[in-house]
């Protein structure tokens, strides 16, 4: 049970999360593939052969942590820097530091840990390559974003990328056990753990959160009282959950990309879902409203050609009278165009025309398509031999319009639905006419 004088160590003593920071990897919550038997951190450490290596994953997952343990088991010199406030003086002062300090009569290099190195900018980076070349640091970074993107190759190809995940509801209850039954304070408290759905939802698969819920619960309750962990309890004290979703930020594309291809993919259901992600989330919506409208040019296209229109309208719609309301018209769009009929073939089509007029910059445009607004154009047999579409059946004049080296060439192939079928049986029979 608390009591007053609990309450008051509790007054001096770190954060929980900080509190229950293990200090080995028996000790680590999640990250099994990483730090799981045969996982490639974890023979680094039974190895002795450690190299640079950044991790990538979201927030709470145990990125600093891992870095900590990586070290403290090595026995290396732990130096650790932040990309928000660490400049290139400060990077040069620490890889000094490691060169000259106590740790050169080392045998092993020490660690130089880098959190949000994806904040570094080039000149930073740059900084790190000589001494992560010639091993004097070792270098671990932490990032939240995709490396891919935020580190400049150089140092990137130097480093291994390792993923971590979310932690899974396993992990998430082992944690939270090992908080009730070990941790100073609350393992003197009466804690009783009924549910653990709403306290697991909004951790969000991040450890730092649950400990931090778990120590708002347990601090709502009056000294000596019981402590009943369940769902409701966990809602009471936490109002609002904040939204998983970070609009600068990997999770941004990860989202708008399912969000896409969810509308591609015809599932109304999940393009909903997606766009209500967004919009929780804080997203513009007009960023949005502009994805809908390439969305409708380039996967529904001549299926749909009234799809583009509504798209456009869309925009309009949402610039003109912004959110909450512009999320009707938002839905109303993701929803048409996710179950209209598909197709690519214009958007194919000029993506193919491009990459042979990139490679075909001298190709001759036909002299008879040619304009001859001078008598030496007329005489140099501009615009001779034109056919005037109009003046013929079918309104269609017997004629090659493509340069004579790419004569015969198909960059337009219509999808297989009911409104492309017609310009299909057309196009058949004047490719056939000309023998394409």
């Known amino acids: 049970?608390?009591?007053?004088?609990?309450?008051?160590?509790?007054?001096?003593?770190?954060?929980?999360?900080?509190?229950?920071?293990?200090?080995?990897?028996?000790?680590?919550?999640?990250?099994?593939?990483?730090?799981?038997?045969?996982?490639?951190?974890?023979?680094?450490?039974?190895?002795?052969?450690?190299?640079?290596?950044?991790?990538?994953?979201?927030?709470?997952?145990?990125?600093?942590?891992?870095?900590?343990?990586?070290?403290?088991?090595?026995?290396?010199?732990?130096?650790?820097?932040?990309?928000?406030?660490?400049?290139?003086?400060?990077?040069?002062?620490v890889i000094e530091k490691a060169r000259t300090g106590s740790i050169f009569s080392q045998a092993a290099a020490p660690v130089l840990f880098i959190d949000e190195i994806h904040r570094f900018n080039k000149s930073q980076q740059d900084a790190l390559l000589g001494a992560v070349e010639n091993g004097t640091v070792i270098l671990i970074g932490a990032t939240t974003e995709n490396p891919s993107f935020e580190v400049n190759t150089p140092l990137l190809s130097r480093c291994q990328v390792f993923v971590l995940k979310s932690l899974d509801v396993s992990d998430l209850q082992e944690l939270l056990d090992r908080a009730i039954k070990t941790d100073v304070l609350l393992g003197k408290m009466n804690i009783k753990v009924d549910e653990t759905e709403a306290l697991f939802r909004y951790s969000g698969g991040d450890a730092r959160k649950l400990l931090n819920i778990l120590e708002i619960v347990t601090g709502s309750f009056h000294a000596g009282e019981q402590i009943v962990i369940d769902n409701a309890s966990v809602t009471s004290c936490i109002q609002e959950n904040m939204a998983v979703y970070d609009k600068g930020g990997e999770m941004h594309y990860d989202i708008i990309s399912a969000f896409i291809k969810s509308v591609r993919g015809s599932d109304p259901n999940a393009a909903v879902y997606y766009l209500g992600r967004m919009l929780v989330g804080g997203e513009d919506p007009l960023f949005i409203a502009r994805r809908l409208c390439i969305l409708a040019a380039e996967d529904i296209g001549l299926a749909n050609p009234n799809a583009l229109l509504l798209a456009n309208s869309c925009f309009q719609i949402v610039h003109n009278i912004g959110m909450p309301e512009a999320r009707i018209p938002l839905a109303e769009t993701t929803i048409y165009l996710a179950c209209s009929q598909k197709s690519n073939s214009a958007y194919m089509a000029i993506n193919q025309a491009m990459d042979t007029a990139s490679k075909t910059q001298t190709s001759q445009v036909p002299l008879y398509l040619r304009n001859a607004p001078t008598k030496l154009m007329e005489e140099l047999g501009y615009a001779d031999g034109y056919k005037y579409a109009h003046d013929y059946p079918g309104h269609f004049a017997d004629l090659e319009f493509l340069p004579a080296d790419l004569s015969g060439t198909r960059f337009y192939e219509p999808a297989d639905n009911r409104k492309e079928a017609e310009m299909r049986a057309r196009l058949s029979s004047l490719w056939k006419k000309y023998g394409y």
């Not at 080995?24 to 099994?32: F, I, N, P, S, T």
């Open 1 to 93: 049970m608390e009591t007053d004088d609990n309450i008051g160590r509790s007054r001096m003593l770190p954060p929980l999360p900080e509190r229950m920071r293990p200090n080995d990897l028996d000790g680590y919550a999640g990250q099994k593939h990483l730090v799981g038997p045969g996982g490639i951190i974890r023979n680094m450490i039974e190895t002795g052969n450690l190299s640079s290596f950044i991790l990538w994953g979201p927030p709470g997952v145990g990125k600093t942590t891992l870095a900590r343990i990586v070290s403290k088991s090595m026995n290396r010199e732990f130096f650790t820097l932040s990309a928000v406030s660490a400049g290139v003086k400060e990077v040069r002062e």
